[in-house]
């Protein structure tokens, strides 16, 4: 069970997962802490994974199932973000250190959240963390295929996610933090804006690419919907949302052009982003949010994105001295 200090509850939006679930389910048994509550939300699944998802709960009395009707299909963003917040609302978030939006295709390492935990007890300012998602090969090039045939060859590719981020697969937190930040918009780009709120308020939000705390995504980024295409130009529209300068945008697809799918992958991320612009697609409107991004990512072009995170990390500690330096460490703080 928790060690005190140590209660963590995962809340994990699903549909359809049956394929990795037992994968995953397994993971969290074999922690070495295990959590508090774990928290399933069955979206509307049509396959076996309501079975699956019975079967576990008989077991482990901390595993709670909530089921919502089918809405017909598959909504990343705001769809996986009401199913989360459906299974946040069931519970009581001061009971808990911590929260965890995890998802359901994911390969845990069994220290994996008492690492989290450790590096957050010994880190006052971290306020969400996480390690880093490598896919297998063949997983990967057989979600390409026919479309993008490449040879296939052993081993694990990492997602290249930077290290100024929690991975939105699987994103740790400190219950405080996730508070204080107003917790996650229910649109694309959820999982990057939440990390960049972070750092307006003074956190810290990290993730490591070290040996003990890598897992495995069952279902690589980009292709949990259509295709990878879908998922490249999905993530260029959640740029533009976000309010990402077009400067950075194309660095950032002319570097993704570097990864698999070799340069297709950079061309819909742009394309993606150039067609919401052209189409006038709202974006995310919080003006502070925005100039602290540009400030940011102005910032990582010219110091470089590991420089440049440091930087802002300390000149925003002042905030997050104001806000937390007098609580306890485990007392969560208002909502805002």
Not at 282 to 302: G, K, M, N, T, V
Request: one cysteine or more; glycine letters at 8%; hydrophobic letters at 35%.
């Amino acid at each position: 069970m928790s060690e005190s200090g140590r209660k963590y509850c995962l809340i994990t939006p699903c549909r359809d997962e049956a394929l990795y679930a037992r994968v995953t389910l397994e993971a969290v048994l074999h922690q070495t802490i295990l959590p508090a509550l774990w928290v399933i939300v069955d979206d509307g699944s049509k396959d076996q994974t309501p079975t699956i998802l019975d079967e576990y709960a008989a077991k482990a009395p901390w595993i709670r199932v909530v089921r919502r009707g089918d809405r017909g299909e598959r909504l990343l963003g705001s769809g996986v973000i009401d199913a989360f917040y459906q299974g946040y609302e069931s519970i009581n978030p001061d009971e808990f250190d911590y929260v965890c939006k995890m998802d359901l295709d994911l390969d845990l390492p069994p220290r994996y959240f008492q690492t989290m935990m450790e590096r957050m007890e010994a880190d006052p300012r971290l306020g969400t963390c996480s390690g880093k998602p490598y896919f297998r090969r063949k997983t990967y090039l057989k979600s390409l295929e026919p479309t993008f045939p490449i040879l296939p060859q052993k081993g694990f590719i990492s997602e290249k996610c930077g290290d100024e981020n929690s991975v939105g697969m699987i994103k740790f937190y400190r219950t405080r933090c996730f508070k204080q930040i107003g917790g996650f918009v229910r649109m694309l780009m959820w999982d990057g804006i939440d990390c960049h709120r972070c750092r307006i308020r003074g956190w810290v939000a990290e993730s490591w690419d070290d040996a003990d705390i890598r897992f495995e995504h069952l279902r690589p980024m980009g292709t949990s919907d259509k295709s990878w295409w879908t998922g490249r130009v999905r993530h260029g529209v959640g740029q533009y949302f976000m309010g990402t300068s077009p400067t950075y945008m194309l660095i950032s697809s002319l570097y993704r052009m570097t990864r698999p799918p070799l340069i297709m992958g950079g061309v819909a991320m742009i394309w993606g982003y150039i067609t919401s612009w052209l189409q006038g697609k709202p974006q995310y409107e919080d003006a502070e949010f925005r100039q602290f991004l540009r400030s940011y990512q102005r910032a990582c072009l010219f110091r470089g994105k590991k420089r440049a995170t440091a930087w802002v990390n300390s000149q925003q500690a002042g905030k997050w001295t104001a806000e937390n330096a007098a609580l306890p460490r485990t007392t969560a703080a208002p909502a805002v």
